[in-house]
C-alpha cells in the first residue's frame, strides 16, 4: 500500500489502501519520498506515527525485501546497541535521519528515514534485469536459473507508467528523465544490501544545520577582509 508523503509531508487523502484480501503481514509500505526539487534523495524505512491513514502498514518494502533476503543468507538485522536511531544492517550500522539533518524540518522527517545512495546508471534498464511477465509464462525466460537467488520486483517499467520520479541522476526535469517507481525501489533494495553486505560504509553524516551555517558566515568574513 502507498502513503502518501511528498516532500516529507503526510497527504492522506493521496494514500493507496491495500486489496481487502491481504493479511496485515505482508503489507509493506511503497512511500517514495519527494524533496522541494521533486527528487528521491530519501528512503521510508519505517511509517512512524501516521495515524490517518488508510495504508496500515509499518515497514517499506525495500526493508522488508532486504531483510528476508538477509535472514535466508544468514545475515544479522536488528537496531544498534549503541544508538537507539540506527539499525545494523549485517556488521553495519545505518543512522537514521534526525532533525536537524541536511536542512529538513522535523515535519519533513515523519517516520524513520535515511539517506540512500542509489547505483549510477545511464539509462534505467541498467538498474536492474527487467523481464517481462509474459516471456516468463510463456517460458520464453531461456535461464531460468539467473532469476534464482534473486530478489524479484513485480511491476509496471514501461515508459507509460504514472508512477515516475526524478532522481539525482535525473539531468533536467522532463518527463524522459524520470525513472518508474519500481526502479526507485530496486534502487533502495540494493542500498540496504550493500549497506548488509559491507559493501558501503556508514551512511555520510550530515552535518548540523547551524554548524553548516557557521562556516559558511565565517569563509565570507574572510572573503571580505581580504
Not at 502513503?3 to 497527504?11: I, L, S, T, Y
Not at 535525473?170 to 518508474?180: A, D, G, L, V
Request: hydrophobic share 35%.
Amino acid at each position: 500500500c502507498h502513503v502518501d508523503m511528498k516532500r516529507g509531508r503526510h497527504n492522506p487523502d493521496e494514500d493507496v489502501p491495500p486489496p481487502p484480501d491481504i493479511p496485515a503481514k505482508r503489507r509493506s509500505l511503497m512511500t517514495l519520498i519527494e524533496d522541494g526539487d521533486e527528487i528521491v534523495r530519501r528512503q521510508l524505512i519505517f511509517s512512524g506515527k501516521v495515524t490517518d491513514s488508510s495504508c496500515v502498514a509499518n515497514s517499506s518494502l525495500s526493508l522488508d525485501l532486504a531483510v528476508e533476503y538477509m535472514e535466508k543468507n544468514g545475515i544479522d538485522y536488528g537496531y544498534s546497541n549503541n544508538n537507539e536511531r540506527a539499525l545494523m544492517l549485517g556488521t553495519t550500522e545505518l543512522k537514521l535521519l534526525t532533525w536537524p539533518s541536511a536542512g529538513y524540518s522535523r515535519n519533513q522527517l515523519s517516520g524513520s528515514q535515511v539517506l540512500f545512495k542509489y547505483r549510477p546508471y545511464d539509462h534505467q534498464d541498467e538498474i536492474a534485469k527487467v523481464v517481462s511477465l509474459e516471456s516468463v509464462l510463456e517460458g520464453k525466460v531461456l535461464n531460468m536459473d539467473s532469476l534464482k537467488n534473486r530478489v524479484i520486483l513485480i511491476g509496471r517499467a514501461d515508459a507509460n507508467t504514472a508512477d515516475r520520479s526524478l532522481t539525482p541522476y535525473s539531468r533536467k526535469e522532463s518527463y524522459s528523465e524520470e525513472i518508474p517507481g519500481i526502479m526507485i525501489h530496486a534502487q533502495m533494495v540494493s542500498h540496504l544490501l550493500d549497506v548488509s553486505e559491507g559493501k558501503l560504509a556508514r551512511t555520510v553524516k550530515v552535518r548540523n544545520w547551524k554548524t553548516e551555517a557557521l562556516r559558511i558566515w565565517l569563509w565570507s568574513v574572510i572573503t571580505v577582509s581580504v
